[in-house]
């Protein structure tokens, strides 16, 4: 029978990394230990040996009896000498001390007295009682101090718990004083002067550290380009960059890093979203591209996903003003990585919309919409703007007004406008437009087997099924969602978007947020439920009335009021006469200052309450409000002029009774009141519009056309019509157009040029003669040099 051996077997590495950090220690402090045993062992041995053949060099033999001199006094001393030498005294009685002193006699040749005539062996059966004695005398040696112990981590075995010491290391203080020693001088050797580097010297050699961090990240960069596939593994290495610890080009290595790698991950990430692998697909047995493109797809998620990390935490950082112990990038630094990464967030959220962690990065940016610092929030709302722009389907829109909502309720309505200003860039719209066309253009509909059997020959149903088949696969091609599915997404955006704009008009109507939520409302309004028409009007209306808004959050009520009255609301047997009286009482606020912005939200309302609802506009409405807007044109910039002028001509199209204000003669009974804000009964009829022949004297080309025009009551053809580019535009493309908020003048002035270019007049021609020649006189004359004295013409000021 075998008996099996207990072979003890060596740990392994990963057996060595579950030991816990106390054990790992504890081995440490043995092996440690056992070589500093060992070391002492040895020099302890060596020492020895040393002082062994020290002392029989320095050593003499004792010479034989001289017969000529005998010394004995010396001889006792130096017996006496070595006696101490040899034997510790403290610890032996007198007859011990003796004895060893006979036996040590004895024991040679050059140390025994020759002089003493008693035999070797003469006395020892007397003595042997005494050696007996001192033979059974237990040995005491010198007391060595109690070494402390040292409580290990016990070990559980079969029996129970078995406790563990050790004894703690004993430091022999005068042999580490020996080991000092013999270490300073090396120490003395290893130490040199560090030189000191000039500024200059400084620059040069950190602008050649940064040329090979470069060229590092250059190369590691076009290796991922020209093969992603195989050389996946360089973007750990490209990462790894971002904790550069050189302080002297730390802060604009990490910054290219960042930039670098959000370009290549815009470049290499494929167009689908990488879902992780189900136990069965790793199990199933696969071909060795499509493992290479599993290992490609795996490593590019899991790089993606650290990258993300370490931009949130270099944001976390520059947040919480929060140092890190190794001091290699300064606070102020901190800021410069910090909009790098925030850039690249913005980049990755507009530019990846498909791929994985898209919430995550929403999650990151929205936070910062709101941020104090007012690059980083513009940059994070213009992204988030651009997304909203570009997407079609409405799948990330709906994640980021989801993420926008929840943090605005969060904060108790205290965010930036610039946050809500961005649903305006929602592309509701245009999925209204689509679903029309695609009501209108109904897919083609493929004929069954009976249909092409009963109908169609053996030839044409076979070119038939090749042309479906086709079809087919152009659909497919084509990948493009169906409507219903953007509907229902663009249907719970926008509910989200009027929840948080009802939020703000019911619980912060003081908020700086109001005019980004009206203007919000006046641009979905004829997408709101009919039911909430009513209250929203009277919510409106309470706001204008209560006097604490600004003229320009008072346009955009108005302007939401009217955009809902003219979609669903025609339905509706509203009359919103309050708000005209509003809107003519209040165009005067305009003016060619600070409210001229205004102008436009004041076009844009009367095309909606006028133009658009010109069946539910009475003639005396319209006549007030014409009147009205020619006075206003007077003390406008130019720009404002030609876009009140322009909705003039607009309107005298849509209401041709109104040329009556082109004639002189009143009609009707009463007198023109025009302090009065009622513009039903200011009695309009009754004036004319005698601003037009002041604004054909103006100095701006275009607005002298417009009144022009339309003192020749505004024909569409003649000379007194206007040219297309003019007539074709509406009111506030216009305003935009003859803008001069760039400080240029549209069109431009021309120069004043003479056709004889030959004569030019010069600066004598404008004097007289004679102070021409007094001006020639004292120049001709020689300038003497005089002291100058102002002393005497201040002594005579001050007297």
Not at 17 to 31: D, G, I, Q, R, Y
Request: aromatic share 6%.
């Amino acid at each position: 029978m075998k008996v099996r051996r207990n072979k003890k077997q060596v740990p392994s590495f990963r057996k060595l990394l579950k030991t816990s950090k106390v054990k790992l220690e504890n081995k440490l402090k043995n092996k440690q230990f056992k070589q500093q045993s060992t070391l002492k062992k040895y020099r302890k041995e060596q020492r020895k040996l040393r002082q062994a053949v020290k002392d029989a060099v320095s050593k003499k033999p004792i010479p034989l009896e001289d017969p000529k001199e005998k010394r004995p006094g010396k001889r006792i001393e130096r017996e006496e000498e070595e006696e101490e030498e040899a034997l510790p005294l403290d610890m032996m009685d007198e007859d011990d001390l003796q004895l060893m002193k006979d036996l040590g006699q004895r024991a040679s040749f050059l140390t025994r007295d020759l002089s003493s005539s008693e035999p070797v062996h003469a006395r020892k059966r007397k003595h042997e009682h005494v050696i007996d004695k001192y033979e059974k005398l237990p040995r005491t040696l010198q007391t060595a101090p109690e070494k402390e112990l040292i409580h290990l981590l016990p070990i559980k075995d079969k029996s129970g718990i078995i406790p563990q010491t050790r004894e703690k290391p004993v430091i022999d203080s005068n042999q580490d004083e020996e080991d000092q020693e013999e270490m300073e001088p090396e120490e003395e050797i290893i130490e040199e002067p560090i030189e000191e580097l000039t500024l200059e010297e400084h620059l040069i050699e950190r602008k050649k550290k940064l040329q090979e961090k470069k060229m590092c990240i250059a190369a590691l960069a076009s290796a991922i380009l020209s093969d992603p596939e195989s050389n996946i593994k360089k973007l750990k290495e490209l990462r790894s960059m971002l904790m550069e610890q050189d302080p002297d080009v730390a802060v604009t290595v990490r910054k290219l890093v960042i930039v670098s790698l959000m370009e290549l991950f815009k470049d290499i990430t494929p167009s689908y979203k990488i879902r992780p692998l189900t136990e069965a697909e790793k199990s199933t047995k696969i071909r060795k591209e499509t493992q290479k493109l599993r290992e490609f797809e795996e490593g590019l998620v899991s790089q993606y996903k650290f990258y993300l990390e370490n931009l949130e935490q270099v944001v976390k950082d520059w947040k919480q003003r929060k140092l890190k112990k190794s001091n290699v990038v300064s606070l102020k630094a901190y800021k410069g990585l910090a909009e790098v990464a925030v850039k690249s967030l913005c980049e990755l959220l507009v530019a990846l919309p498909h791929f994985n962690f898209h919430n995550n990065i929403i999650v990151l940016v929205v936070p910062l919409m709101n941020d104090m610092s007012k690059l980083i929030s513009e940059m994070c709302c213009e992204a988030v703007k651009k997304l909203f722009k570009q997407d079609k389907l409405g799948q990330a829109s709906l994640g980021v007004i989801k993420v926008i909502s929840g943090f605005v309720k969060g904060r108790n309505y205290e965010v930036r406008p610039e946050m809500l200003r961005t649903f305006l860039c929602l592309r509701i719209k245009e999925v209204e437009v689509k679903k029309d066309t695609e009501d209108i253009n109904k897919q083609k509909k493929f004929m069954t087997f009976k249909e092409k059997r009963r109908t169609l020959s053996r030839m044409q149903r076979k070119w038939k099924k090749a042309e479906e088949k086709l079809e087919r696969e152009l659909r497919e091609a084509e990948a493009s969602e169906s409507s219903e599915k953007k509907l229902k997404l663009h249907t719970e955006t926008l509910n989200i978007v009027f929840v948080t704009y009802f939020r703000i008009l019911k619980k912060a109507q003081r908020s700086p947020l109001l005019p980004a939520v009206l203007e919000g409302l006046a641009k979905f309004a004829h997408l709101i439920n009919v039911e909430f028409f009513d209250d929203l009007l009277v919510v409106l209306h309470s706001l204008i009335e209560s006097g604490d808004l600004s003229y320009q959050e008072s346009l955009h009520c108005v302007q939401t009021a009217f955009h809902v009255l003219s979609g669903q609301g025609d339905v509706l047997n509203i009359d919103p006469m309050k708000f005209y009286t509003h809107l003519y009482k209040t165009l005067f606020k305009l003016h060619a200052g600070a409210t001229n912005e205004g102008v436009e939200i004041v076009l844009q309302c009367l095309d909606v309450m006028l133009t658009k609802r010109r069946k539910q506009v009475s003639q005396q409405r319209a006549l007030a409000f014409i009147k009205r807007l020619c006075t206003l044109a007077l003390h406008v910039l130019p720009n404002s002029s030609i876009g009140i002028l322009a909705t003039n001509r607009i309107l005298m199209h849509t209401f041709p009774k109104t040329d009556l204000l082109l004639d002189n003669e009143s009609q009707g009974s009463g007198v023109f009141l025009p302090e009065l804000d009622e513009p039903e009964y200011c009695n309009a009829q009754n004036t004319a519009l005698w601003e037009l022949h002041a604004l054909r004297r103006h100095y701006h080309p275009i607005v002298q056309r417009f009144a022009a025009h339309l003192i020749a009551g505004a024909p569409s053809e003649g000379s007194e019509a206007l040219k297309p580019e003019l007539s074709r535009r509406s009111a506030a493309e216009l305003f935009e157009a003859y803008s001069m908020a760039a400080m240029t003048f549209n069109p431009p002035v021309e120069s004043s040029n003479s056709k004889r270019k030959d004569k030019v007049l010069q600066g004598d021609s404008f004097l007289s003669e004679e102070l021409s020649q007094l001006i020639k006189r004292h120049c001709s004359e020689v300038a003497t040099q005089l002291p100058l004295d102002f002393t005497k013409y201040l002594e005579t000021s001050l007297r």
